[in-house]
């Protein structure tokens, strides 16, 4: 691990330390900032993902990195239904007559063009930007959350080597003339690969896996007997269990099992 470069652990622990500082912490933001910072940075750099190795961890970060800048690079920019390019304006609360949002950005890669003010040396300007964000949907709230993860796509794309992404960029803002509104391209569902580099992080910073992701990670590796794989049978007398719910627990033999239904069938078989 100590090999390459950037390492979510190494994010996990800069992130700790930066709440630490500020006096706050809250566990699943940071495993997704970590995660979001490292897949951001593979996405502009290649040589941000861990090395080919025989460690479990680094083989499938670094695949589903891998998995990510290839997406990206074979990213279309101008799907015929939304015209030459693809350009929509972002979601806002008065899109829709009863201010609910569609949830279909939910976790998705975004190019997002929009103008952003800067302050140089105490003079404030509007400047053009295209960044690469990740949009999550506040069902609370009703709105998205766009969190940045690359601040000029342009980096993401010409570390792949997209065929086309300077021009639809270019494009974007004649189109933002027309809106007057930040716009954006939808490239895909990333939820899984950020979970994943997060269970990746998480597992990292335990120190250990759990008996259960240990039995799920290796299958084959079963173990036999309820005290070897840590499975206590239940006692006599269980509430809320009828006699087949009760004999299915019972009857398991190994650390990794599995039960179908419907309940009360007995329909169980030995992973």
Same mark, same amino acid.
Request: glycine share 8%; aromatic share 8%.
């Given at each position: 691990?100590?090999?390459?470069?950037?390492?979510?652990?190494?994010?996990?622990?800069?992130?700790?330390?930066?709440?630490?500082?500020?006096?706050?912490? &809250?566990?699943?933001?940071?495993?997704?900032?970590?995660?979001?910072?490292?897949?951001g940075?593979?996405?502009?750099s290649?040589?941000?993902?861990?090395?080919?190795?025989?460690?479990?961890?680094?083989?499938?970060?670094?695949?589903?990195?891998? %998995?990510?800048?290839?997406?990206?690079e074979?990213?279309?920019?101008?799907?015929?239904?939304?015209?030459?390019?693809?350009?929509?304006?972002?979601?806002?609360?008065?899109?829709?007559?009863?201010?609910?949002?569609?949830?279909?950005?939910?976790?998705?890669?975004?190019v997002v063009?929009?103008?952003?003010?800067?302050?140089?040396? &105490?003079?404030?300007?509007?400047?053009?930007?295209?960044?690469?964000?990740?949009?999550?949907?506040?069902?609370?709230?009703?709105?998205?959350?766009?969190?940045?993860?690359?601040?000029?796509?342009?980096?993401?794309?010409?570390?792949?080597?997209?065929?086309?992404?300077?021009?639809?960029?270019?494009?974007?803002?004649? %189109?933002?003339?027309?809106?007057?509104?930040?716009?954006?391209? &939808?490239?895909?569902?990333?939820?899984?690969?950020?979970?994943?580099?997060?269970?990746?992080?998480?597992?990292?910073?335990?120190?250990?896996?759990?008996?259960?992701?240990?039995?799920?990670?290796?299958?084959?590796?079963?173990?036999?007997?309820?005290?070897a794989?840590?499975?206590?049978?239940?006692?006599?007398?269980? &509430?809320?269990?009828?006699?087949?719910?009760?004999?299915?627990?019972?009857?398991?033999?190994?650390?990794?099992?599995?039960?179908?239904?419907?309940?009360?069938?007995?329909?169980y078989?030995?992973?």
């Amino acid at each position: 691990m100590a090999e390459f470069e950037i390492s979510l652990l190494g994010e996990m622990k800069a992130l700790v330390n930066t709440l630490s500082d500020e006096g706050e912490r &809250n566990d699943s933001q940071l495993l997704r900032n970590g995660a979001l910072r490292c897949y951001g940075k593979a996405l502009c750099s290649k040589s941000s993902l861990p090395s080919s190795t025989t460690n479990y961890l680094d083989h499938v970060e670094r695949c589903v990195l891998l %998995e990510s800048r290839a997406m990206l690079e074979g990213a279309s920019l101008c799907p015929q239904r939304y015209g030459r390019f693809g350009w929509k304006p972002l979601p806002e609360l008065d899109d829709t007559p009863d201010g609910k949002l569609d949830d279909t950005l939910h976790r998705c890669l975004l190019v997002v063009s929009r103008k952003e003010k800067e302050k140089i040396n &105490n003079v404030e300007r509007i400047v053009e930007r295209t960044l690469l964000c990740v949009a999550f949907l506040n069902s609370i709230k009703t709105e998205y959350m766009y969190e940045a993860v690359v601040k000029t796509a342009l980096d993401a794309f010409g570390s792949v080597g997209h065929a086309y992404a300077e021009r639809a960029i270019d494009y974007s803002w004649s %189109e933002w003339n027309e809106y007057r509104r930040d716009l954006h391209i &939808n490239l895909g569902y990333v939820g899984d690969a950020l979970a994943a580099l997060e269970s990746v992080a998480l597992v990292r910073l335990q120190g250990h896996a759990s008996p259960l992701l240990r039995a799920v990670a290796a299958p084959s590796r079963r173990i036999e007997g309820t005290k070897a794989s840590g499975w206590r049978a239940p006692g006599v007398g269980v &509430n809320n269990l009828n006699n087949d719910q009760f004999t299915a627990l019972s009857d398991l033999r190994y650390n990794l099992e599995a039960i179908t239904g419907p309940p009360g069938t007995r329909l169980y078989f030995h992973a």
